[in-house]
């Protein structure tokens, strides 16, 4: 296992972590979680900051195991596999436990989500035809926002929640609609290097 992949299965146990931390009864234990007050009007769970801070922890590794791996010529399908599972654990559990919890619209889990899975699917069409489909720039925007807007989320919005501005919903919502325009991207490229594929075979 090289450092890459290390940085990889470390993402995945903070991942772990930070689903522990927001989703453990702590109130029904007895245990209280400290509350901050914001002008007397923002109500701050510090379970939620501290799981601010591990989840820009866990981005950060995102873009270095990657960059690491390119990098040092240490790619590897195992590699590639956990980035995968890693990015989906992360990402795809904040939505569903911060959609559960109001913090945001439960369309924008059920759009970004969707499209993932369908983006895979494609991807796993054109690799069944010996094509491999890089990812696009709309994609690399998408993610761009969508991680930017889940940290702020967990970070209550601050400080542009002083002033008023829902930075992270906007954020989350753009993300959302880059979601449904980057789906719709990949599968025209996939209809067209598999329909390539078979007039080359």
Same mark, same amino acid.
Do not use: D, E
């Given at each position: 296992m090289n450092f890459p992949t290390k940085l990889t299965v #470390? =993402?995945?146990g903070l991942s772990v972590l930070i689903i522990f931390l927001l989703l453990f009864p702590f109130d029904a234990m007895g245990i209280d979680i400290p =509350?901050? #007050?914001i002008n007397e009007a923002i109500v701050i769970n510090l379970k939620y900051i501290i !799981? /601010?801070?591990l989840f820009v922890i866990a981005s950060i590794t995102d873009f270095f195991d990657g960059y690491l791996a390119r990098k040092n010529n240490q790619v590897t399908d195992y /590699?590639?596999?956990l980035d995968a599972i890693a990015d989906k654990v992360l990402v795809d559990s904040m939505l569903i436990i911060l959609s559960g919890a109001g913090f945001i619209k439960p369309i924008i889990a059920v759009v970004v989500i969707v499209r993932d899975i369908a983006v895979d699917a494609f991807k796993m069409s054109a690799a069944?035809? /010996?094509?491999?489909? !890089?990812?696009i720039k709309s994609g690399k925007?998408?993610?761009a926002c969508l991680m930017t807007g889940i940290g702020l989320t967990l970070f209550y919005n601050l400080p542009f929640e002083l002033w008023n501005l829902k930075v992270s919903d906007f954020l989350l919502i753009v993300s959302a609609v880059l979601s449904i325009i980057s789906a719709v991207q990949y599968y025209d490229l996939t209809k067209k290097v598999v329909l390539k594929a078979k007039k080359e075979k």
């Open positions: #470390f =993402r995945i =509350r901050l #007050f !799981a /601010g801070v /590699g590639k596999m069944s035809h /010996g094509v491999v489909i !890089a990812s925007i998408k993610t």
